[in-house]
């Protein structure tokens, strides 16, 4: 018995003496690309900015923390397909101290413009524990896997690509606020507005950013006159204290303490809230950790849907007398509550137990039966207009049409014109569009007559074409000149 356990002590002896297993120095891992970037975060209270590219992960605070990757897992889930993926990675710190720190980082990617992470502590060779991500790293143990929200920190990436806001906000919204602090009360001003809309003919920016207006209440010390120019980071799902919720990251494109410039928000995706209400919880700061649920935040949103702001709701003409009241509807959209009044029309559908849409239209101009009238569905954007036929009462049933376009026909006027535009807004005018990136450079031409031309020609009657930019000038053999046209003089 006696020798035996000479030997095992021995050999503990040897393997606490020699400094531990470390991976090969040799062995790097290359960061992937999609965590690359200049990212900020605030970590207890503090900013942190983190660089990060292919061969280091750096905190640049004070004392700088540069860190490689010696070896990394990628954690995959079946059928999730995104631009990047989460990973853990086992990192050594770069230092000349012999014995240096190593770490695991868990990351977990969630937009093109945010990641959430967590670093442990410092795990030194010397200490005798084995180094290697599968034994050293918590979250390759199934038991604990990858981190949740709240034992991350969230990096907001600082020069951020355009990110499309539909998966964040969409549509025209009022909203009360109120800021947790100090006991302030709610503040519910009808002026208080986010508008995220994307305006035609300016595909470039305006579906990256959204426009939150501030209104303040005379009786609400927390509350403030604003408007901010939100740029979206993205929205990812996640799940907090067992509840699956929909995160969402915004930049200040303006502000200029960076503490305040990026904010996290959150929110329950199908609330089916009897009001047609939605509850967004947004941080003050960049992090997420301080949202706790839809009613517990630093400052918290209730949105009311609203019809999108619009000259073309006020009434030019009025509906006949004898079809004002309620009514109910089969027509265009199934079973809805119509309410008619002299000048205006709502309807109300039910999309579910909970929810419904309201469209308004509002009449503009009209003609014997016809009725052309402004549509605006309440939380959307668009603002159309559709032609109501409205036929003779016949007891308590009122018929009518709604003429939408359907083939197209031959039109009654045929040829050539110039036109002027006359809009309330100059944005509702006609103006040259050129989406997108184009194949090859332009050519500016000279232009010397410039006409805005309107046209129905013989060749293809049921269109008309609309170029309020036309160039008129021709070169010297009667050929019009264009971008165009010199194309294919030159290629
Ligand atoms: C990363 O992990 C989170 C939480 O485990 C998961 O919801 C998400 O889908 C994962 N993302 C990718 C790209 O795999
Ligand atoms: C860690 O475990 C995974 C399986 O969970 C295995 O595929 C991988 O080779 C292991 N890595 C090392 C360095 O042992
Ligand atoms: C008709 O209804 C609209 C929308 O509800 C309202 O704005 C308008 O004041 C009403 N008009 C009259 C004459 O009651
Ligand atoms: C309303 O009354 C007018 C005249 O009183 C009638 O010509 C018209 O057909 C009626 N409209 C409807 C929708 O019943």
């Given at each position: ?8 002590l021995v050999i503990l002896a040897l393997i606490s003496y020699s400094d531990g297993v470390v991976p090969g120095n040799d062995v790097k891992c290359s960061i992937p690309d999609f965590y690359h970037g200049n990212w900020y975060s605030q970590e207890a209270g503090v900013d942190i900015d983190t660089l990060v590219n292919g061969d280091f992960w750096e905190i640049q605070t004070l004392p700088r923390l540069k860190l490689e990757c010696i070896q990394s897992y990628t954690h995959i889930i079946k059928g999730v397909e995104q631009d990047g993926q989460n990973r853990t990675m086992l990192m050594k710190e770069i230092t000349n101290d012999p014995n240096p ?391």
């Open positions: 018995m006696a020798p035996r356990l000479g030997i095992v720190c190593y770490f695991c980082v868990d990351v977990l990617w969630r937009t093109k413009a945010i990641l959430q992470y967590r670093k442990d502590d410092c795990v030194k060779p010397n200490s005798g524990v084995n180094i290697d991500i599968n034994v050293t790293c918590k979250a390759m143990d199934s038991f604990f896997g990858l981190p949740g929200t709240d034992e991350t920190f969230t990096m907001f990436k600082k020069d951020p690509p355009n990110i499309n806001c539909i998966t964040t906000f969409e549509g025209v919204y009022q909203f009360s606020y109120e800021v947790d602090v100090g006991g302030g009360g709610i503040c519910n001003n009808p002026k208080s507005q986010i508008k995220a809309c994307q305006d035609p003919g300016s595909p470039y920016v305006d579906n990256q950013v959204f426009r939150m207006t501030y209104a303040k209440c005379a009786d609400v010390s927390t509350s403030r006159d604003d408007q901010i120019r939100y740029q979206c980071l993205g929205s990812w799902f996640a799940v907090k204290s067992g509840v699956g919720y929909t995160y969402a990251a915004i930049m200040d494109t303006v502000e200029g303490d960076p503490r305040e410039v990026y904010k996290c928000l959150m929110t329950l995706r199908n609330q089916k809230d009897a009001n047609n209400q939605i509850r967004w919880v947004m941080s003050r700061f960049a992090e997420c950790g301080s949202l706790n649920s839809i009613y517990r935040g630093p400052l918290k949103l209730v949105l009311t849907r609203i019809p999108p702001p619009t000259p073309y709701m006020s009434p030019k003409c009025n509906l006949p007398r004898n079809i004002t009241g309620s009514w109910l509807t089969q027509g265009i959209q199934y079973r809805s509550d119509v309410v008619v009044n002299d000048t205006h029309l709502i309807m109300s559908t039910k999309i579910n137990q909970f929810e419904f849409q309201e469209t308004h239209f509002s009449c503009q101009q009209t003609l014997g039966t016809r009725y052309l009238m402004t549509k605006v569905v309440v939380g959307k954007c668009e603002v159309d207009f559709v032609c109501f036929d409205i036929m003779p009462r016949h007891h308590s049933i009122v018929r009518y049409r709604v003429v939408n376009p359907p083939s197209a026909v031959p039109c009654p006027i045929a040829g050539r014109y110039y036109f002027t535009q006359e809009a309330i807004n100059e944005d509702e005018k006609y103006a040259t569009r050129i989406r997108g990136v184009t194949l090859r450079p332009r050519i500016q031409v000279d232009c010397r007559d410039v006409q805005a031309e309107f046209k129905s020609c013989s060749m293809n009657m049921d269109k008309i074409e609309v170029d309020a930019e036309y160039c008129e000038t021709v070169d010297y053999r009667g050929r019009p000149i264009g971008e165009y046209g010199k194309f294919i003089a030159v290629f």
